[in-house]
Structure formats: C-alpha cells, structure tokens
C-alpha cells in the first residue's frame, strides 16, 4: 500500500451534499480532495429533481392546455415527448458527463480523484493505488441507490429505475409502474399525460401512504381523470418478459402487462463498500446513524440520503452547512493550538466561513456550529395538485401521544380555489399540539402545494404560537388564505 498522502479534509462521494462540503471547505482554504466514482453532483441534477420537475414541467403544460376549454375559447393540444427528451439531455450536460462540475469543483481549489473511496482507518482513504491521511476528518456522501425488490424473475429482466425513466427518448405505449410513492406517482403523471397507458401497482392499502390519507385519496383521483389505473393492497410475486412486453402477477392471482416495467420501491445505502468496519462502525445498517454534527463517528461525518434522514435535495444541503461549520471550527481550534498567534490565513477563512454558515444555516448563532433539527422538514410531491407536508401527519402525533387538534379546510371552499376550479383537488390541513398552542405538522395540497407550505414550514419551525397565526394577515385572494380557515376549524 502507498505511503499516505496528508491531507486536511477527504470527502467520498460528491453528490449534492459532499460536492457542497468539499467545495466550502476549500474555498475556505483547507486542502480538500473529492472522491468520485460516478457522477460530481449526484442523483439530483442527472435522474433526479431536476431533470424530473422539467418532465412535470412540461406534462403540467398539457394539462393547462387542455383546460382551456370551457375557460378560454379551445385549444388543440399535441404531445411531443421530442422536446422534453431534448431539454433534459441538455441540462444534464450533454449526455450525463459531469465535466463542468469536475471544473466547478477544481475552480473553487479542490482536488478531485475518480474512483471508489474506502476507509482503511481512522482519517484514511483508499481510492485504487492512492492513499490519503485527512487531518480534520472524512466525510461520507454517498447517497443511495435503488433497491431490487426480491421479487421471482425481476433481476433477469430490463427493468427500468427512475433513471431509464429520465433518459428514455421514445415513449412506450405501455407502462407498469411498480410502487405508489412520490416518485413513482410524478412519473405515472407525467407519462400518462404524454398519452402512455399507466397502471400502479403498490403493496401498501394507498399511494403516497407517508402522507395523510386526505392527500392520497386526492392524488389518486387526480391520477385517474388522467388515466391511471391504480391498484393498491397488491403484492407482486412474479415478474416475466417475453422479449417484447412484461407480466407481472400478483396476489389474488391478479396479472398486469405493459410494454415497460418501472421499478420505484425505494433506495438504500451501499455501507459494506465503505470500510466501515475499519473505524469501527457496523456496515450491516440500512443507513449511517449520525448525530446532529452529522458525527457518524471521531473523524468521520456523513451527509445527504446516506444518512437516512430524507432523500431530498434540501435536506443534503442542510447537513452540508453543520458540517462545514463543524471541520472550519475543528480546524480553526487545531490551528490556533499550532500557532497560537492565530495569524495563519486558514484560520481568518475558516473562522470567517464558519461563522457564516452559523449565522445562516441551520440553527444556531454566528461563532457556534449548528445542530440539526429536523421538526420542521420540509417535503413535495410535484403531481398536480402539489402536495407539501411539513413536521408530523395527524397519526405519528397521535401515536406520540400528543393532545392533537386538528384543522381542516377545501381549497375549493376558498375564494381563489373557486377562482381557479379547483374543485375538491385541494386542502389545507394542520396537526397542532393543543398544549404547546402550537403547529406541529401541516400539509398543503393544491395547485401551489409546495409554495404555500413555505409559511406552514416557518410555524412549525419557529413555534409560533396559534394566538399569533390567528390575528395574521392573509392576503386575499391568495391559495395560502385558506391557512387562516383550517385555523379557524382547529378542534
């Protein structure tokens, strides 16, 4: 094995979360090496948020299209899935190369390796032939991936993930989709609006089954009037493919067809490739536990889906800062202890970058590292309607044994979801803890479900009381005004 290269800081994985860490930190002045095997940036700019939310984007535009009518005069509408396809391969940087990431990374004063990192100790990295010793520690960052239900036949057909979903150029006439959660429900969406023929099959007695029952029972009434058979309390037992089309069969002896298989059961992490067992930390998790440092252990921090705590974009970003904070304040306190004149110049950009990443990141003050708190975590379901969720749904506050109120309210019963026809496509319902005089959980579901959240997310994360939320003023007539009915309906 080579000889250790000394390093500051070594992160594995640069995913949304490890290229935000790695890139902060040597900005800030620390040597810094980015450790990669895939793709700099991750799931999110390549398969995932973005790429998908410009599928949504242009399946929602049909759907307006198409409700000019009776609206607005008529409209002829003709699906073109060319445009799309287009759209994506250019926003994912030419055909899934991450060559200007790399450069990003490199600009802001990073070095970056391609490969496999592996821990062979406390603060050391393999990656091939290369070995580095990090001084303030190693960060882990790498993410996920999708699981393979164990399901007879699946692994020996051309199923699809949420990747081949992406990248696909010419759409299928029929499509099964396996798994009724988030993704799979915005990608059901998106193609039966392109005129594809969808059906769902989940497991579980609902769809989107991590978020109320009101919010599932509308998003699978709007899936339906867009042609979506959804079947749920059905378990797939044997997956065919003839060459041409798939079977699925599943319990009741019920069987399904289609031309392509979308597989969207979930992900998981990869730990047995990381060498955890050489500091001491056992592999066989589902996901790394960490603290609320993002500590998985001494040396080592890990960020993003790796960590179990939600595969969300934002939520990577917001461990990224706590443990940014966290090595420029580690470093700042190892460099006043070896110059105690404190004159060295990493030391003024990492107080400097430290103290600002506290002041604006997560909680905390300025000159303190952060904590994570994840009471108010912010999550979206881009179907049409949105639907936002914040903190707690009604059940985990029961099962919490917290004294719940709940309000409720139809965003058709508001001025502005009678505006826009909403209908029953809508709602706005809040779980508060009547003891506290506080929200502790909402959810927003409507044609702006993820923006009207964002007040919903600022109560629930600042506990501003009921009192106050009440003698608010809402702007009128907005789709967040109907927050101050689902208020007034607290019982």
Request: hydrophobic share 45%; charged share 20%.
């Amino acid at each position: 094995m080579a000889e250790p290269e000394q390093v500051d800081v070594v992160v594995v994985g640069l995913g949304v979360g490890g290229e935000e860490v790695a890139g902060r930190l040597a900005e800030a002045g620390l040597s810094v090496v980015g450790v990669e095997r895939d793709l700099v940036g991750g799931e999110c700019p390549y398969w995932g948020c973005i790429p998908s939310k410009m599928m949504i984007r242009a399946a929602n535009a049909l759907a307006e299209a198409r409700r000019v009518d009776g609206l607005a005069g008529t409209a002829e509408v003709r699906p073109d899935w060319a445009p799309v396809a287009r759209r994506i391969r250019e926003e994912a940087t030419d055909n899934w190369d991450d060559r200007v990431a790399v450069e990003r990374f490199v600009g802001r004063g990073g070095r970056f390796v391609r490969g496999s990192g592996r821990l062979t100790g406390p603060g050391r990295v393999q990656v091939g032939d290369q070995v580095f010793q990090a001084r303030y520690g190693v960060v882990l960052g790498t993410g996920t991936r999708p699981t393979v239900p164990p399901i007879g036949g699946l692994a020996d057909t051309p199923y699809w993930t949420n990747h081949q979903a992406v990248e696909v150029t010419e759409l299928p006439e029929s499509l099964l989709v396996l798994g009724g959660g988030a993704i799979g429900l915005e990608l059901s969406q998106v193609f039966a609006r392109f005129g594809v023929r969808v059906t769902v099959v989940e497991a579980l007695d609902r769809v989107l089954a991590v978020e109320e029952p009101e919010a599932s029972e509308v998003v699978a009434a709007a899936l339906r009037a867009d042609g979506v058979e959804i079947h749920t309390g059905v378990r797939a037992e044997r997956v065919g493919h003839d060459g041409q089309r798939f079977t699925l069969s599943a319990s009741g002896g019920a069987e399904f067809t289609a031309e392509r298989l979308l597989v969207v059961t979930g992900r998981r992490a990869h730990l047995e490739e990381l060498g955890l067992d050489s500091v001491g930390v056992d592999a066989g998790q589902r996901y790394l536990p960490v603290d609320d440092r993002m500590r998985v252990a001494d040396d080592l921090w890990a960020v993003g889906d790796v960590t179990g705590e939600g595969a969300f974009t934002h939520i990577a970003m917001y461990q990224a800062a706590i443990v940014i904070a966290d090595i420029l304040d580690r470093a700042r306190h190892a460099r006043a202890g070896a110059d105690p004149s404190g004159t060295a110049s990493v030391v003024g950009g990492a107080m400097g970058a430290a103290s600002s990443l506290s002041a604006s990141g997560s909680s905390g003050s300025a000159g303190t590292v952060p904590r994570a708190d994840y009471r108010a975590l912010p999550r979206v379901t881009f179907t049409d309607p949105e639907v936002g969720a914040v903190g707690l749904t009604e059940q985990q506050a029961r099962a919490r044994g917290i004294n719940v109120q709940v309000g409720f309210t139809k965003l058709g019963s508001s001025t502005r979801g009678w505006i826009h026809g909403v209908g029953d496509e809508g709602f706005i319902k809040l779980v508060a803890d009547a003891d506290q005089g506080v929200l502790i959980g909402a959810t927003s579901v409507g044609p702006a479900g993820g923006e009207v959240l964002s007040g919903l997310v600022v109560a629930v994360h600042a506990a501003v009381p009921l009192s106050l939320l009440r003698h608010m003023i809402y702007a009128y007539p907005t789709f967040h005004r109907a927050i101050e009915d689902a208020l007034r309906n607290l019982s």
